[in-house]
């Protein structure tokens, strides 16, 4: 990673998402792992041990995931009407 001048100097206290390469588990700070990637293992579980868990958990996931952009989108238009009602 250093040598390829992936995420130098990275502070103690920084924080960093990514796909699950153990390299990156390595380096200082906490690190998480990104929706798409837990999406591809639950796809990748049911694919290999054909148990339909893996796939209903990852269309929840993804459910979950729809509902909290839409929430955030309806939250984003309703603070935008409600300053447009103040002017």
Partial sequence: MEAAGILPNRPPDSHTMHDGLS????????D?????????ELEEAN????????????NLLYEMNNATEAARANAVDSALRERLRER
């Fill in 23 to 30: 390299a990156y588990r390595k380096q200082p700070g906490t």
């Fill in 32 to 40: 998480s792992l990104g929706h798409a990637h837990h999406g591809r």
């Fill in 47 to 58: 694919e290999r041990t054909h148990q339909p868990w893996a796939e209903e958990l990852r």
